[in-house]
């Protein structure tokens, strides 16, 4: 049976004062009806991993180099990750494939090295708002797919996180026709190509400006399977509602 997933990225923030609010999460969420996982800079993957309690709160990175060892200074390898304590690792987020250059080409060799690494990676797709103005974005979101997936996956080896660049930390937020649209789209297009059974099994993802506030009714949109969260995610505070109303749709 496929497990909901609520994720949060940390991006650049936290240091170890800031591992109180997983011990918070977890004390919230004793025994989740969904996946929690927290995905905080590389430098607390460790520190995190040791306060997940027995596997309750998962801990991924934000990135990972596609080569597993090598002279890439300041960069970090899959298997490091794994070592270090985690089991996700999220890959072609658009602040890296904005900021990094990262292209679809790099997101499926980072994604192709995580899940050798044994790790979930949670593969990030969105379009621009010109791109959505100019009514590209399931051709974009489609040739993202394409590009970004390595060939050969599970249900379980990947998770597909569709954010659209403009509601990214902006409080936009897509519709829940717009959100149902993207969803559905992305469902088929991974059927085409890994067949009902693998494309049903995959967590797909909403992510952009999630917060309690509108997460029902993301949750209760058709092929929403959980949110990766930014801003929201970095206190329990504000993580924990978001986990409480996804429990509640599954
Ligand atoms: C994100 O960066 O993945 C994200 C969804 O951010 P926010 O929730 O802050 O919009």
Redesign the pocket.
Known sequence: MKRKLAAG?W?MNGTGADLAELARLVSAHPDPACEILICPPATLVHRAAGLSQGGTLKIGGQDCHAAQSGAHTGDISADMLRDAGASHVITG???RRQDHGESDAAVRAKSEAAIAAGLVAVI?VGESLEQREAGQTLAVIGSQLEGSIPDGITGDSVVI?Y?PIW????GKVPTVEQIGEVHGFMRDRLAERFGRSVAGAIRLLY????KAANAAEIFAVGDVDGA??????LTAEDFSPIVAALEASS
């Open positions: 990225n991006k987020h658009s602040e990030c996180a954010e509601a990214i930390g902006t992510g952009g400006s999630v990766l969260v930014g801003g929201a995610s």
